[in-house]
C-alpha cells in the first residue's frame, strides 16, 4: 500500500510526489520503471537510477507476459504476478487485462487457494491491512495507515479466513483472498485499484498445523469466543463506515453462522453484502437462467437439488426461490423446488440444522417412503436423485468429485438437458469435471463450472465451458453501487446483476457455454454495473440521478491501465 507523499490530482489527472530517486522506484503506483519518460526522469531524480532507454507500456507488457510463461509452475506464476503488482500497478494490470484467460486463474482460483495455504512461506511483502483480534484499539489507526482519506475509499474487502473457497480455514493468509477479489475488481469492473483497500480480520486460526508451524504469520492461537468476535467486527464496521462513509463493505469467505449473521446485522445498516452468498446466488441463477434457455422449460417447471447447504448453497437457493416467485409460483410452491443437501443427507424438519437452511427442510411426511442412509444418517444425494428426477443439480459442497457417474446418469435417464453446476473451488473440490458430465450424458448436459476448465471435445462438438463463478457479479455489481452513489445493496440490484450477465450469452448454439467468456469479463462488469446502478435508482437507494446515459457514465467510471504524469512537487 502507497502513501504519501504522493497525491492524485483530480482537477489534472495526475500523480504529484515530493519524493525522489528511489523512492518514486519503490512506489508501486507511481513507478514506470523503464516507461518514465526523459522529462519525468529529469525532475524526479531518476537519471542514472534505470537503464536509458524509454519503453512503451506495450514493450514492458510484452517482457513481463515472456517472464510470466517462463515460469515453471502456477505457484511461481503467482508469486512473479505478485512481485510485478509490488513494482508497478499499472503494468500488472495491463498485463493482467490483455490476457485475462491466462491471469485469471493465477491470481484467483485454483491458484490463489495454493498461494493462501502457502502464504508465511512465500511471504515477501505485506499488502493491505491486517487487523488482529487482540488490537481492537489499533483498528482506527491501522485503517489510516492506508494514506486514504473519507473520500478516498470505493471500496473495501475483509475476510476472517476462516472458509477460504472450499479449503477451510488458512488464518491470515486469507489476506490473499482479499487482494485476489480486489485485483479481479480492477481488471474486470475497472474499479480504481488506489481507491481499494483489501483487509484481513486476524481473529485467529483453529488449523492446528498452522499453530505448531513456527513461519506462520498470524496470531497464534484458536478463532476467539463469539462475543469477542462480534465486538470486534461491530469495530471493524463501525470504523470503516466512520472513516470512509462511502465504500462498500464486501465480504469474503467467512464461515458459514458468521457469514449470515454479519450479513443480517449489517446489510440494512450500511453499503455492505457478501460475496459467498449473494454474489455466488446471483452468478448461479444467471448460469440457470441460461440453462433454462436452452432446455426450452420454463425456470418455474425446473426441481433443483443443491449439494452443500452451506453459505453459498443457500445464498444459491434463496435467489432461485426468489426468481420462481418472480415467475408466477407462491413463496411455498418455489421454495419446494428445491431441495437442499448438507452434510447428512437431505435438509428434513427431523434434523438439527442452521437457521438459515431451516425454510428448505422437507416435511418428514414427504419423504416417508425413502431410504435411509445409516452411515449417512438422513436421504443420500442418490436417493434423492432417484426419487426427485432433478433438472437441475448445482454442487457447492467442496467435495470433489461428489457427482459420480451412476448418479448422473440417473439424472440423465429422465432429463432431456440436465443442467449441472459443479460450483466448488479450487479445481480438484469440484464434483465433476465437465468431460466427465458431458461424456455420462452424452453431450446432453449444460455445464458450468467453479474454477475454469479447458473447452471439451466430445462426438466432435466442441463445448465452451463457462465459469459459474461469482467474478462474473461481484465487480459490475460494486461498480454499480459507487456509481450510483448506493446507500445499500438491495436484492434487486443482485437480481438486475443475475440477468445482466445471463443477457450477455446466447446458450442455446450446440456447445455454447452458459456464461460469457472470461476474456470478455470487462463487458460483462460493465453490463452488470449499468443494470444494478438502474436497480439502485428503482429501489430508491441510489443517491444521484440515474438516466439514459448510465452505461456511457459507467465506463467512464472505470479505471484503465494506462500510466499517467508523474509531477515532481
Ligand atoms: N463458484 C462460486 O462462485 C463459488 C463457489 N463456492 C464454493 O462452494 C463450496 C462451499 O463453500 P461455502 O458455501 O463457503 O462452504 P460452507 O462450509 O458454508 O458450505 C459447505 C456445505 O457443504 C456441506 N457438505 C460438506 N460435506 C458434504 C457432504 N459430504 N455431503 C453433503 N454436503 C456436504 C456442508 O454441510 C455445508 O452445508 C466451496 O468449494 C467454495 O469454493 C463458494 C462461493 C462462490
Ligand atoms: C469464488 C468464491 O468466492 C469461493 O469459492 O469462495
Ligand atoms: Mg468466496
Known sequence: ??????????????????????????????????AFTEE???????????????????????????????QPSDLAKNVNLTSLHDRNEVLFYRLMCEHLDETLPIVYTPTV????????????????????VDAPKEVESSLLASGLGPDDVDLIVAT?????????????GGINISVGKLAVYTAAGGIDPSRTIPVVLDVGTNRQELLDDPHYLGNRHPRVDQDTYDAFIETYVETATRLYPNAVLHWEDFGPDNARRILGRYRNRCLTFNDDVQGTGAVNLAAVLSGVQASGTPLHEHRVVIFGAGTAGIGVADQLRDAMKSAGLTPDEATRRLWCVARHGLLTQDMAMRDFQDPYARAADEVAGWSRDTDLGGISLAELVHQVKPTVLIGTSGQGGAFTEPLIREMAASVDRPIILPMSNPTPLAEATPAQLLEWTDGR?????????????HRSTVYQIGQANNAF???????????????????GMLTAAAHAVAEQVDSTAPGAPLLPPTRQLRQTSAAVATAVARAAARDGVARTTIGDDINTRVRAAMWQPNYRPVVAI
Open 1 to 34: 500500500m502507497n502513501t504519501q507523499p504522493v497525491s492524485w490530482n483530480r482537477d489534472l489527472e495526475r500523480w504529484e510526489t515530493t519524493a525522489r530517486g528511489r523512492a518514486v522506484l519503490a512506489n508501486s503506483r507511481l513507478n514506470k520503471g523503464t
Open 40 to 70: 519525468e526522469r529529469q525532475s524526479l531524480g531518476l537519471i542514472g537510477l534505470i537503464p536509458p532507454r524509454v519503453l512503451t507500456l506495450e514493450q514492458q507488457m510484452s517482457r513481463a507476459y515472456s517472464q510470466f510463461l517462463a
Open 113 to 132: 487457494g495454493t498461494a493462501i495455504q502457502r502464504y508465511s512461506y512465500e511471504y515477501r511483502r505485506p499488502r493491505g491491512i491486517y487487523l488482529s
Open 160 to 172: 476472517d479466513g476462516e472458509a477460504i473457497l472450499g479449503i477451510g480455514d488458512w488464518g491470515v
Open 445 to 457: 448436459a449444460l455445464v458450468a463450472t467453479g474454477s475454469p476448465f479447458a473447452p471439451v471435445t
Open 473 to 491: 457479479v461481484f465487480p459490475g455489481l460494486s461498480l454499480g453501487a459507487i456509481v450510483a452513489q448506493a446507500t445499500g445493496i438491495t436484492d
